[in-house]
């Protein structure tokens, strides 16, 4: 649909392009990090619209983009700790192999037997 093709930005505020219609160069989210790449702190460059205007997807520059940042080792093992915790029960303290859900506080065995 040519509703949603404003290059300049006069009518949605930003460039904006109908579904599979943006220039190349632009990706979103998703396919930055597909690629390894994040925005890197930049603004969206364009939007996409479809479905009516009801969905909408930002694209961020390649140019602009930079490599994604990895976890030092200390990151990783405080990663690995809070994964942890969500996994133990606060009842009666096994490790489980799923997250505890926070609506109980407890493990399910727990939560089953009160």
């Known amino acids: 649909m040519t509703v949603f093709y404003d290059p300049t930005g006069s009518r949605y505020g930003m460039p904006t392009y109908p579904y599979r219609m943006a220039p190349d160069g632009l990706a979103t989210r998703r396919?930055?990090?597909?690629?390894?790449?994040?925005?890197?702190?930049?603004?969206?460059?364009?939007?996409?619209?479809?479905?009516?205007?009801?969905r909408v997807a930002y694209l961020y520059r390649l140019d602009l983009a930079k490599p994604k940042r990895t976890a030092s080792p200390a990151q990783r093992e405080a990663i690995t700790k809070a994964l942890r915790a969500r996994r133990t029960c606060q009842t009666c303290g096994l490790v489980q192999p799923y997250y505890i859900p926070r609506r109980y506080g407890c493990c399910l065995d727990c939560h089953g037997g009160h």
């Open 31 to 54: 396919q930055l990090r597909a690629a390894g790449l994040r925005p890197a702190g930049q603004e969206p460059a364009c939007q996409v619209l479809w479905r009516r205007g009801k």
